[in-house]
Structure formats: C-alpha cells, structure tokens
C-alpha cells in the first residue's frame, strides 16, 4: 500500500531563490546587539560619566585616546556595528511601513547611500587624525 501526501498549500519559492541572507541579518541584529552593549555602554561611561565627564573632551582628549590601536579598533567597532545594526533595523522598518513599491525603492536607496558615507568618512577619520594638525 503507498501512502500519498498532499502537496502544501502553500506556495514555495523555487529552491534557486532562496537565500540565507533574512536569516544571517536576524543573527547579526542579535549579536551586534550584544557587543553594542559592551562597546555603547562603555563609550557613554567613559566620555560621560568617569573622571570629569564630557568637560574634559577636547582636542588633546581625543588625540591622546586616537593614538593608542585600543580605541581606535573600539571606536571602528563600535562605528561599523551601530551603523550597519541601526541600517539592517532601518531597512526592516521600510520593509514594513512603505505601501508603494517605489518609495520602498527610494527610502532604501538613501538609507544605504548615507550608510556608505558614514561609514566611509568615519573609517577615513579613525585613520587619518593628524594630533599635530595646525590651526591655520
Ligand atoms: C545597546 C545595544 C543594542 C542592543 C542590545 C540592540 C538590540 C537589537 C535587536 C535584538 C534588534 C532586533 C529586533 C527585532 O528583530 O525585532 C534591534 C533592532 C534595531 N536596532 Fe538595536 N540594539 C542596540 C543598539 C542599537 C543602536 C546603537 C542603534 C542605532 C544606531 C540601533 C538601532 C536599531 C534599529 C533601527 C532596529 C530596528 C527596529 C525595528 O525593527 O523595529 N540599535 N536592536
């Protein structure tokens, strides 16, 4: 006797379509999230809150802390994370609200445009600070 199954429902994507990628982003959101707790929070205690706080950051403070690798790996951690975290929850947010196809299109466009400047620029900056620059 042979036992047939129906088929499901509901529709299936063909097997060449379909990717990991949703997955790979939920996992990312997750594990970002846990190392921004660690590289936000300590960012926040450290300029805020130890040893005088926000009024002792000038010039000198950030040239002293960009000259030792720590904070600079820190700091371009915490810049690449944030900004592709904050970006992947963004694009999910226009996934859910947008109604129209191309204003989907475009909010997604502008959003990974000012996520490549960002990141561009913040990276170029973390590398290229010059303690010695003058000021004329
Ligand atoms: C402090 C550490 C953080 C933790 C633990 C954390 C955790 C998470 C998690 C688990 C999600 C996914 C939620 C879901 O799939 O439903 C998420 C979404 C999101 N996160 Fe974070 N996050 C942190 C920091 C940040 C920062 C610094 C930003 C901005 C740069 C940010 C922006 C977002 C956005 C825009 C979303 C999407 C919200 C949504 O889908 O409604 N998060 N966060």
Do not use: C
């Amino acid at each position: 006797m042979t036992v047939a199954l129906d088929k499901p429902r509901s529709p299936r994507r063909p097997a060449a379509r379909r990717s990991n990628f949703e997955m790979i982003s939920w996992l990312f959101m997750r594990i970002s999230g846990v190392a921004l707790v660690v590289l936000v929070l300590g960012h926040l205690f450290i300029m805020n809150i130890v040893d005088g706080g926000v009024h002792r950051i000038d010039f000198a403070f950030v040239a002293g802390r960009w000259a030792s690798p720590f904070w600079q790996i820190w700091d371009l951690s915490m810049l690449w994370l944030a900004e592709i975290h904050g970006g992947n929850g963004l694009r999910t947010v226009i996934n859910d609200y947008a109604r129209k196809d191309s204003t989907r299109f475009w909010l997604k466009i502008m959003l990974y445009v000012s996520m490549v400047v960002i990141l561009l620029l913040g990276t170029y900056v973390i590398f290229t600070f010059d303690p010695n620059i003058s000021a004329n």
